[in-house]
């Protein structure tokens, strides 16, 4: 069982370079949202996806570009690295049940990104 | 704006000693409640929820948590931890329609001594 699978799990970047995190899912769940994680913060969420073809912001998203042409993938994309962006990504996926959120999340296990 | 809190960074507990970890919120209407729990280097995996009926979540691994919606509550509480029980653990409250969306605390890191 796959699951939440991110990558790269790891990687370096100078500022101003651009890149994208890949987040795939294959439980056939409907959100998918990505997070960041900083020291002392907890998770901000930066941007979800209520299905394929829909996105909105979360609380951090600027810096952040996300797509969702299809219900398993959900690419974060970094336009110009800044070193404020230096972080821990989690991607995560959730259903519904009976038409009701669950509200449960299922994450990946992280991307850890350096801006020098 | 709804928010959650954590008001212990960091705590330290002995191996087979009681541990409680605090978590207040705040929102519009009673949400869904969780804790999650994180290993080092690994993603957060859900512990426990509260979504309604019972106050009282008692689940496996010993941890338990109540729901007191007069004080905004949701601590979480293991009789007797184990040093496997070290970890970071967060709070978090989303709402009972919309997107899924959750609010985190900040965590707490949470140490086991032998």
């Known amino acids: 069982n796959a699951g939440v699978t991110q990558t790269p799990k790891f990687q370096v970047l100078k500022t101003g370079q651009s890149m994208t995190l890949q987040c795939a899912q294959d439980?056939?769940?409907?959100?998918m949202s990505w997070y960041r994680q900083d020291p002392g913060m907890g998770l901000r969420l930066i941007h979800y996806?209520?299905?394929?073809?829909?996105?909105d912001q979360g609380e951090v998203p600027n810096g952040y570009n996300v797509s969702r042409s299809t219900t398993e993938d959900f690419p974060l994309r970094l336009l110009s690295a800044a070193p404020s962006q230096t972080s821990v990504y989690f991607c995560?996926?959730?259903?519904?049940?009976?038409?009701?959120?669950?509200?449960?999340?299922?994450f990946g296990e992280g991307s850890r990104l350096t801006v020098l | 704006a709804q928010s959650v809190t954590q008001p212990d960074i960091h705590i330290t507990v002995s191996e087979g000693a009681s541990l409680e970890l605090r978590c207040n919120y705040s929102?519009?209407?009673?949400?869904?409640l969780f804790w999650y729990v994180q290993s080092p280097g690994q993603g957060l995996q859900l512990l426990l929820k509260?979504?309604?009926?019972?106050?009282l979540v008692q689940v496996i691994k010993g941890f338990e948590s109540e729901f007191k919606r007069s004080q905004s509550s949701f601590n979480l509480r293991k009789p007797s931890v184990h040093w496997s029980d070290a970890a970071e653990y967060f709070c978090?409250?989303?709402?009972?329609?919309?997107?899924?969306?959750?609010?985190f605390g900040k965590g707490n890191q949470v140490v086991v001594i032998p």
């Open positions: 995560a996926s959730s259903s519904r049940n009976r038409g009701l959120d669950t509200g449960e999340l299922f």
């Open positions: 439980m056939n769940h409907e959100y």
């Open positions: 996806s209520v299905g394929a073809g829909i996105t």
């Open positions: 929102y519009g209407a009673t949400p869904y």
């Open positions: 509260y979504f309604s009926g019972d106050t």
């Open positions: 978090a409250a989303g709402g009972r329609h919309g997107n899924n969306r959750l609010a």
